[in-house]
């Protein structure tokens, strides 16, 4: 049986549902509803014949950051069109990109609102990351002659299963990647079971570990422990999601045991969430201050400092002794725990990291992260390593040399992308 009709059935069902959730959420937070038009695939006209890359949201716009700022040193006649599907990635890539390439939401997978996209974008070549499977567009590739990549492409052994339901229909859909540039061997072997060409399958590497750090992000660091906690021990737990910031309160409360005078910085993952983390924090006995506020009085005495704004999570982890990466003590996947790394920061995770197992494991593997299964384990942690800076430099060492061991994956890219880009660039 073709699945297609029943999946044009089911996205023609979705948008619409979709669309109102969005709006809805617009009514409090504007960038919701700002630019939706894009959503059904209007909006200006671009550039012709440059390149269209798509990340979902800001983890993979900080992982595309390195392939983006290299393809405009490179070629800087060559336009460049960044997507992304949410508000907060949207977001990141305008203050990533905004000078050298334009960026808009990727339409939904409808057959009218990706063709209308492709005629105002109008590529040479269509660049995707990790693992955005979209029939319609992928086609819609297929149809103009677009030469496709799957970048930094990873599949966890749960999707495989999920898709292989689906049958023909992703079959069918990653069989059109000119290149499907997977992160590891185990991830190249999914692909290949799905569908992909085997011709076109490569072993690239991760490109998260090729991101470039701003080069006085040390100096940044230091401008905020200044600000915030001169003389006085700090951990962040980043990216938080519901469910977790209970777990990280209860680290925090064993911390100050220990360490009467410590900051905890915290960072929920979605902006959404921070009006209601902040809540939180005014029902837990602890003093706070947010950071999207003027610098509030006692700033340098509070015990919680929330991370309410966009873009500053990597100048607080330079900031910090030891970071917490979210997204891990709930099965939500795990988030990017290569910046703190590749900072020296020592890393302290929850045991679901199936997002970016390979990293994990390097990590793990190489005595620079530790896992830790609920809020007392992280508090006892956290705890001990504030006691220890020697300890704290040991680990955060090896966590600098295993990031800057596994860089390359955006030369690989790079070779395999330069000659579809034919006479664009």
């Not at 709006?23 to 937070?29: E, P, T």
């Not at 990597?314 to 996947?333: C, H, K, N, Q, R």
Request: charge should be positive; proline fraction near 6%.
């Amino acid at each position: 049986m073709h699945l297609r009709p029943l999946y044009l059935l089911a996205v023609y069902l979705a948008a619409p549902l979709h669309s109102l959730v969005y709006l809805w959420r617009g009514l409090w937070d504007r960038s919701y509803r700002a630019n939706f038009r894009e959503r059904y695939g209007f909006g200006p006209q671009a550039m012709p014949r440059g390149v269209w890359l798509h990340a979902v949201s800001v983890g993979e716009v900080q992982a595309c950051a390195a392939l983006v700022n290299a393809l405009h040193r490179r070629h800087p006649q060559l336009p460049l069109t960044v997507t992304s599907f949410t508000p907060t990635g949207v977001a990141r890539a305008r203050a990533l990109f905004g000078d050298i390439a334009e960026v808009r939401y990727l339409p939904y997978d409808l057959p009218g609102a990706v063709r209308r996209f492709f005629r105002r974008v109008q590529p040479c070549l269509a660049v995707i990351f990790e693992t955005e499977l979209w029939p319609n567009l992928y086609r819609e590739c297929a149809r103009q002659r677009v030469p496709l990549v799957i970048a930094s492409a990873r599949i966890s052994s749960r999707s495989v299963g999920r898709y292989r339901k689906l049958g023909n229909l992703f079959s069918g859909t990653l069989a059109r990647a000119a290149v499907v540039a997977a992160q590891g061997p185990e991830d190249a072997e999914r692909f290949r079971a799905l569908g992909a060409d085997p011709d076109a399958l490569q072993v690239t590497g991760n490109l998260k570990f090729d991101f470039e750090l701003p080069g006085d992000i040390q100096a940044r660091g230091a401008a905020l422990r200044a600000a915030y906690a001169p003389d006085r021990p700090v951990w962040v737990a980043g990216s938080t999601h519901a469910g977790e910031e209970d777990a990280v309160l209860e680290a925090h409360r064993a911390v100050l045991r220990l360490h009467p005078r410590a900051l905890l910085v915290i960072a929920p993952r979605h902006p959404p969430r921070f009006a209601e983390v902040a809540q939180r924090l005014a029902g837990s006995g602890l003093s706070f201050v947010r950071r999207s506020q003027p610098q509030a009085v006692g700033a340098q005495q509070c015990q919680v400092l929330l991370l309410d704004t966009l873009g500053e999570l990597v100048e607080f982890y330079a900031a910090g002794d030891v970071a917490f990466v979210g997204g891990s003590l709930v099965g939500i996947g795990g988030h990017n725990l290569l910046e703190p790394a590749a900072l020296g920061r020592p890393v302290l995770t929850g045991p679901h990291n199936f997002n970016s197992i390979d990293s994990a494991r390097l990590l793990l593997g190489a005595g620079a992260a530790e896992v830790v299964a609920s809020g007392a384990q992280l508090g006892e942690r956290v705890g001990a390593l504030l006691a220890r800076p020697e300890e704290c430099a040991r680990i955060g060492a090896r966590g600098r040399a295993c990031v800057e061991a596994n860089r390359g994956a955006l030369g690989k890219l790079l070779a395999l992308i330069e000659p579809l880009l034919g006479g664009a660039a």
